[in-house]
């Protein structure tokens, strides 16, 4: 079992950075990815960033191309999501979901959340002015 605990949200203006972070424990041996999902009132859950952590694979949703960087820090069990230039349209609130890994597996980052066992209990992240 693995538990995830995010943190790092909040309220922003539009233009501003925040910065979120995912503390996982359990049995976190078993993590190959860990990524960061989002879902706004009457909306889908979607994917945002996330990364491999036993490979240099990393992936985002258009949307945050280019603002938003994923990472771990060096315990490799806290990924960290940098988001900068946030815009009204970021406002949700923000997951992070662990899975293990297979020993082939043609997408390592999906953005599907059935791939996901683990989940965090989620953070809210509201830009406006």
């Known amino acids: 079992q693995v538990q995830l605990v995010e943190s790092g949200g909040g309220s922003v203006q539009p233009g501003g950075s925040l910065r979120l972070s995912c503390v996982a424990s359990?049995?976190?041996?078993?993590?190959?990815?860990m990524s960061w999902f989002r879902q706004a009132p009457g909306t889908e859950r979607e994917g945002v960033a996330g990364?491999?952590?036993?490979?240099?694979?990393?992936r985002y949703t258009d949307s945050v191309k280019g603002r938003f960087t994923i990472s771990l820090d060096n315990s490799k069990k806290t990924p960290i999501l940098q988001m900068n230039s946030l815009k009204p349209e970021d406002t949700a609130k923000y997951y992070c979901?662990?899975?293990?890994?297979?020993?082939?597996?043609?997408?390592?980052?999906?953005?599907?959340?059935?791939?996901?066992?683990?989940w965090g209990q989620g953070i809210q992240v509201t830009v406006d002015s």
């Open positions: 359990g049995y976190t041996a078993s993590i190959a990815s």
């Open positions: 990364i491999y952590i036993r490979g240099d694979i990393t």
């Open positions: 979901a662990v899975k293990s890994g297979y020993f082939y597996e043609p997408d390592r980052v999906p953005f599907d959340t059935h791939n996901y066992p683990y």
